[in-house]
């Protein structure tokens, strides 16, 4: 699933192709938007608000949409051939003179008046890469239930809106915390909201995300070799290969360790047992 920083630069894209321009072509193919028909009226601007996307036009309506695990935004020149996936899977057709944003795979997709926006986002907690951001609300949120576990209070979109999977294991490892600890116990825990929003910051313009030092230069341990791909990240995605810190290998397991359906390996936690102590923590054992 796509985090903020990905969904950010998505939307800043999608504003500067069809921003202030009026629509030539709209083609919104789901039930209930099947007689909707935007042709004329000109696309306001395009903002991201956490996860979520929300395309603005004229007279005061906003397409909202959201990625999830497998939809696509892709930006095509006019003779351009669509390439994002089969006709079948084309949720939404937004043209203008100059582009065609095409919506792949879409699972949410609705039409309402931007006055009603916080219909669909007024859930969310501060978003961590929008003018809302507020870090003192974002960490009462979050210790509002101190006895959460770091990982699962940080993937609550109604805590902070923006970080997934991948921010969550990386500031669990930035931390030196176990993603099973009960926030509560995290040692100055107002670090947790700062670090956060400097992680997004740094990567909303980056294609590779990368949250290590090493984006040019190899890593202390293991064999050197220059910037690898592999080497972008902590421990997300990187089971069973040694800590780029330490050594010790990294091990991986569902956030919920009672959890073993298939369901939820869309959320699988990556950590190093050496760098993030347990203190006291429920985890999977051995």
């Known amino acids: 699933m796509p985090e903020g920083d990905t969904v950010w630069r998505l939307a800043q894209r999608l504003g500067d192709a069809l921003a202030g321009h009026p629509l030539t072509r709209c083609d919104l193919r789901v039930p209930r938007l099947a007689t909707v028909d935007l042709t004329g009226r000109e696309v306001l601007e395009v ?25 696509a935004w892709r930006i095509y020149a006019p003779a351009e ?5 089969p006709a079948h899977q084309i949720r939404a057709v937004l043209g203008t003179a100059e582009h065609t944003a095409v919506g792949y795979r879409l699972p949410v997709l609705d039409l309402l008046r931007t006055a009603d926006e916080s219909r669909v986002v007024g859930h969310l907690g501060p978003d961590l890469l929008g003018p809302d951001w507020d870090p003192e609300q974002a960490l009462g949120r979050l210790l509002a239930a101190p006895d959460r576990p770091l990982g699962e209070a940080l993937l609550d979109q109604r805590n902070l809106a923006g970080i997934g999977n991948v921010y969550t294991c990386e ?26 929003k400097k992680l997004l910051e740094a990567n909303k313009h980056r294609p590779a995300r990368t949250t290590t030092p090493w984006g040019h230069r190899p890593p202390p341990f293991g064999n050197s070799g220059g910037a690898r791909p592999d080497r972008r990240l ?10 780029l810190r330490c050594g010790t290998g990294i091990r991986s397991a569902g956030q919920d360790p009672a959890d073993q359906a298939p369901a939820a390996e869309e959320r699988v936690t990556y950590w190093c047992p050496a760098c993030q102590p347990d203190r006291q923590a429920a985890r999977p054992t051995d």
């Open 47 to 71: 903002r991201s608000r956490g996860k979520h996307l929300l395309t603005r036009f004229e007279g005061g309506l906003t397409l909202h949409s959201h990625l999830r695990m497998d939809g």
């Open 81 to 85: 051939r669509w390439r994002g996936g």
């Open 171 to 196: 500031l669990c490892f930035l931390l030196r915390a176990s993603p099973w600890l009960p926030i509560g116990r995290l040692p100055r825990p107002e670090r947790l909201p700062a670090l956060a």
């Open 234 to 243: 902590w421990v997300y995605g990187r089971a069973d290969r040694p800590c």
